[in-house]
RNA sequence: GGAGAGGUGGCUGAGUGGCCGAAAGCACCGCCUUGCUAAGGCGGCAUGGGGUUAACACUCCAUCGAGGGUUCAAAUCCCUCCCUCUCCGCCA
């Protein structure tokens, strides 16, 4: 959420954060409603003042002059309510509206319209050339016995898989190896709730918006989270922290559900869409600072990077450009790993600043040394996500005889298997 | 699921209708004192919004889990919801 004084003195920038993002927002309706708020508060707040000096002084007046005393109020209190129900009228359509402008664009962000205008910022490692005809994942699982997508779609319908074996020892290894890494570089490692309130998905810009994207459990009012960033910088939400305590780092494995709407017919084949998932996510909560949130962004884009170098997958990453940005973030790194099924770099990294956007919605402040209270900025970024890492795993390792080498780095976290061959 | 207790400032915690945006302690900040020291003294210190100011300051409004209500007046009384704790039941 942007600060209402903020899009009154910017107005046009809003405006062109909004056209940067192809969004269609209504700025001015959210000035009009202010507008005519702030208007309507000076009214208030004046009879209200008055109001209570006529109350105290009621207090001081002997019990026989009272009731004629508070016969006087009482006109003054009819008019009070009036304009306390003008108030709430406009308190939900402002903050509604407010909710859905986006956050402003780093003037580092690209223009353009989709992930087709993503421009290329690096290349690490090289995409192998094979001798033999390659065998995308689902077909390289498949012979391996390690997944089973039929059964999967049968128990649970489309979008979904199942893994057996090495393959599930692979994934439950990948994962707790991305846990290890991150704890090696600095951060707490958190398990968090999987199932969410409406304000964490609205504090994390998720809501309102996504609601078709969330599972929701109807009795209880509660959302199966599609990524641990929502509990996990909902962690502080409403407290205010000391600025010594800063930065948090926190790193957390939870499964993910996602129902895909809207991309039926995309990506229907394999591993690379589904409702349900797994994900190592890394946070951040640090100061209000957009040089220090700058270096947190490259240090979480590098840490997804030397993950994949361990995993030697050759990857890119992608400065986002305008139209593929979310609302609240301000700019994002993809990382793209190259899928040789694809001939392509497919994404499985997201890396997202957002300066004070989510802060403010959740109300995560901290105290400065200063004594002022600010809001946090806060951060986000893939560790790694199966199985989706599996795609590019499977077919970059995958040799003619069908089997599969995992790399070095990998094996201590797979029973030590250095290859994954057909068992029975 | 049943019964009970409770939610107050960064933290602990007092406050049952006007003198309370709120005692006290801790933490923190400033100044002073002191050099034997995990010390002492004085002062400051909730958040958001508005007015005013060059600024310091001053002032008004709202907020004591959330939302309604009673009253001239609510942290304090009533209702609904949320959360925490204790006991019982059930269950992993």
Redesign the pocket.
Known sequence: ML?I?FVRENKEAVKAAAAKKRMTVDVDRVLALDQQR?EL??R???D??E??????S??ALPADQ?AK??ED??DL?ARLKVMEEEE?ALDGPLRAALLTLPNVPSPEVPDGLSDADNVEIKRVGTPRKFDFPILDHGEIGTRLGILDQERAARISGARQYMLFGDGCLLEHGILRMAIDHMIEAGFTPVQPPLMVRYEPMEGTAYFPGGEDQAYKMAKDDLYLIGTAEVPVTSIHAG??L?EAELPKRYVAMSPCFRREAGAYGKDTKGLYRIHQFWKVEQVVVDRNDEELSKQHHQTILGNAERLLQKLELPYRVVNVCGGDLGQPQVQKFDIETWMPSRGNYGETHSASRFHDFQARRLEL?Y?G?D???RYCHTLNNTVVASPRILIPLLENHQQADGTVILPEALRPYVAGRERLVARR
Request: glycine share 6%.
């Open positions: 600060d004084k702030r508060m000076v208030l707040d004046n209200r003042a109001q209570n000096r006529l109350s105290k009621i207090g009272r005393a508070a109020v009482r209190k709430r407290e205010i000391d402040r105290r040394k004594g002022k209270v």
